[in-house]
């Protein structure tokens, strides 16, 4: 069996550690696909130090260099896509069709970042001082610790790593538990693109070892985190306590407003891709509807109707619309909240259990499940479920649709279904999340676009765009006196 390996120095290396688990397939637990040693508080420590000592030869060297690695790195995950694809949809269970698709976003990611390389320019600012130069600097920062989730095994490793590596800095990695076998795929197509040794390491390992040991390192300077609300904000307040930097990309429940001139099939379709694709298990997934009562019984009939074809089953096979919960543990939170919902009121419309099909026996399967009536007072309208359930609050008013989408903890993405321009701009400018969108889908989003939430779902600053570079680099001003001359007197 494979037994997956970190990645110290420039070297493959299997831990120490003496707690093992099982990388199984969600679809099928009988399919393992390979072992897990959870690694020790040395290893972790023994990749900052490759990463710290690797740190002054990587920043030496001219950052569209660095770019052009990163960018061969981008190829070769290109040339390997169906096997990685294949590899994550087996570990994660998104279907093969979203993996090839959350591939692609790695790719285009990497790919800016690289470009980046050539524009990692300063400014030249005029002084009040005759006859001198001021300009400013982009520098790296240090060693960055990335710490990734399951959800998107692929894209998210690697839209921290690709502007952390262009910017100069050197990486230590932690991809979660549950999805060695990408991370260690994604590895060597950086190895063999010709990173030098030091500059990425890989730590596969616990939270609470691995990732602390990261963020209590000294020699760590940057901190990059993706997951729940809960670990992030434990994160942020330890890397806070050492005043090293640190963001925080977190939990989500993210809302789609239908105004009652929506077009309702494209409202139909944007909130079945966005509620039910991934299994519910996106951090941009639609968790809410906030409808407008003269077009929900309307909205909620086409809804139905194509819930009631949906094919659940193993996310290899092109025909399957929905694949498994990631884990035993996921599959019972969702189970909990669908009970939580019931048992506080809500009208359960469909789903609410596990599919019976000889097909979904041996994996962690949930039916896609709509609440109808939901209050803003109902957990399962606060609290991020992360599993294929719906929540319907119907409203009178566009100004209550507002009130009830902004009445959540959370602020990641956001949608209006309305053919009116100007309630789209009264809620572009109301709404209270880091990512909107006007008549399409909550999913999504392009390399050179920011991402990330508002609220309890983002601290520190965004990732993508020309954005994450402020956050990877340091500015360094620089002041330049050609007259020769002492300006006694006259310093500013
Ligand atoms: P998680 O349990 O918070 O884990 C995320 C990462 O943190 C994993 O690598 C995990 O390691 C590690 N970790 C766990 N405990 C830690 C600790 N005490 N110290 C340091 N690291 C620790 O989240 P998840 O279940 O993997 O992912 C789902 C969550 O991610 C959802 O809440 C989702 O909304 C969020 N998410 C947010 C975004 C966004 O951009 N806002 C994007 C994607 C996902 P182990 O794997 O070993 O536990």
Redesign the pocket.
């Known amino acids: 069996m494979q037994v997956y390996k970190n990645f110290i120095g420039g070297e493959f290396v299997e831990s120490k550690g003496s707690k093992r688990i099982l990388n199984t397939n969600p679809a099928d637990t009988r399919d393992i696909l390979g072992e897990v040693i959870l690694s020790t508080k040395e290893e972790a420590a023994a990749a900052v130090d490759a990463a710290s000592n690797a740190f002054k030869s990587w920043k030496r060297m001219p950052a569209p260099k660095r770019g052009a690695i990163v960018a061969k790195a981008a190829q070769l995950i290109g040339e390997r896509r169906q096997e990685i694809a294949r590899t994550l949809t087996r570990e994660e269970g998104k279907l093969l069709s979203e993996a090839l698709g959350e591939i692609q976003r790695a790719i285009n990611i990497s790919e800016f970042c690289a470009a980046h390389g050539r524009r990692l320019n300063g400014e030249v600012i005029p002084l009040e001082l005759a006859d001198n130069v001021g300009y400013t600097m982009k520098e790296p920062v240090g060693v960055a610790a990335l ?6 095994p692929a894209a ?1 490793p690697i839209w921290k790593m690709a502007p952390a590596l262009v910017a100069g800095n050197t990486v230590v990695f ?5 999805t060695p076998a990408t991370a260690e795929l994604l590895m060597q197509c950086f190895v063999d693109a010709g990173l030098p040794a030091g500059v990425l390491n890989m730590i596969i390992g ?3 070892e691995v ?2 040991t990261f ?1 209590d390192h000294p020699d760590v300077r940057l901190v990059s ?5 809960d ?2 904000l ?2 942020y307040k330890r890397a806070a306590s050492r005043g090293i930097r640190a963001q925080c ?4 429940k993210n809302p789609v407003i239908i105004c009652d001139d929506a077009d309702l099939d494209l409202a139909v379709a944007g909130v079945y891709s966005g509620a039910f694709g991934s299994s519910g298990q996106r ?1 941009t997934a639609t968790s809410r509807v906030v409808i407008q009562h003269g077009v929900a019984d309307a909205f909620l009939e086409r809804l139905l109707a194509k819930v009631h074809t949906m094919k659940i089953g193993n996310p290899l096979d092109a025909d399957t619309d929905m694949g498994p919960s990631v884990d035993a543990s996921q599959l019972k939170t969702v189970m909990d909240y669908i009970e939580i919902g019931k048992n506080q009121g809500a009208e359960l419309l469909v789903g609410g259990d596990k599919p019976t099909s000889a097909e979904t026996a041996h994996g962690f399967f949930v039916n896609p499940t709509i609440f109808d009536k939901v209050r803003t007072d109902m957990r399962i309208h606060n609290e ?1 479920i ?1 599993g294929p359930v719906l929540s319907i609050v119907r409203v009178e008013s566009f100004d209550e649709a507002l009130d009830a989408a902004n009445s959540c903890e959370f602020g ?1 993405t956001s949608s209006v279904y309305t053919r009116d321009l100007s309630r789209a701009f009264r809620y572009i400018h109301e709404i209270e999340t880091g990512i909107t969108h006007v008549n399409s889908p909550t999913l999504g989003g392009e390399a050179q676009m920011p ?3 508002l609220k309890n ?2 601290v520190g600053p965004r990732e993508q765009g020309t954005e994450v570079f402020d956050f990877y680099t340091e500015t360094k001003a620089v002041y330049i006196d050609y007259t020769g001359s002492k300006r006694e007197g006259k310093l500013y």
């Open positions: 710490i990734t989730p399951w959800n998107f998210i932690k991809p979660a538990s549950l616990s939270g609470g990732g602390n963020v985190f993706t997951g729940s609300t670990i992030g434990g994160i990309e977190m939990g989500g951090c991020e992360f990641l991402f990330g939430g779902t983002g």
